[in-house]
């Protein structure tokens, strides 16, 4: 099971998250510290996502497959999706 593989997980992350439903409203991530980098990844099968950090103003393709790295606690970061 998930539980017993990450258990022997070696990775210089110390979280991991899942957001299963494409979307995600603009937010911070409070809890982080100010030099962390996020990885956010995208996977499954779709398209038209749009990632979007919007205190950057940048909003870039997040289809499967993607993936993009900031500071969740200093970019104001979401996704959005339409397909």
């Known amino acids: 099971d998930i539980y017993t593989q990450l258990q022997f997980w070696a ?11 494409r979307e995600c ?3 911070q991530d409070p809890r982080s510290t100010p030099e962390g980098i996020d990885v956010m990844s995208s996977i499954g099968q779709y398209c038209d996502g749009l990632m979007t950090l919007s205190n950057l103003s940048i909003c870039l393709q997040y ?5 993009v790295g900031c500071s969740g606690r200093i970019v104001r970061h979401g996704v959005t999706y339409t397909g």
């Open 63 to 67: 289809n499967s497959g993607a993936m």
């Open 11 to 21: 990775s210089v992350f110390n979280c991991a998250s899942v957001i299963s439903n």
């Open 25 to 27: 409203p603009l937010h």
